[in-house]
């Protein structure tokens, strides 16, 4: 026998001798995206486990001495340099 399939030959078996039938030049390069995803997964993983669990935005860390400071400003009890001088050192 000595046709296409038969000995081992050229055509042999159903990937045609290569390994890799005519997807073979790409084996690599996707082989190395899937190397790529895992790294990537991997590291989202990990910084997700690490990170804190407060998510709350630091705008909502208010302290009363910034409420007081803003209500000041509100009535005009100081300049804006002033304000922004104090708020500096409240936020400091």
């Known amino acids: 026998m000595h046709g296409f399939g038969g000995g081992y030959g050229p055509g042999y078996g159903m990937l045609g001798g290569w390994g890799g039938g005519g997807f073979?030049?790409?084996?690599?390069i996707f082989s190395l995206l899937l190397l790529v995803l895992v790294i990537v997964a991997v590291v989202w993983l990990v910084r997700a486990m690490l990170r804190p669990q407060d998510r709350t935005p630091?705008?909502?860390?208010?302290?009363?001495?910034?409420d007081i400071l803003d209500?000041?400003?509100?009535?005009?009890e100081l300049s804006r340099d002033e304000y922004l001088q104090k708020r500096g050192d409240v936020l400091g």
């Open 58 to 66: 630091r705008a909502e860390h208010r302290t009363a001495g910034l």
């Open 71 to 76: 209500q000041r400003y509100a009535r005009g």
């Open 24 to 28: 073979f030049p790409f084996h690599g």
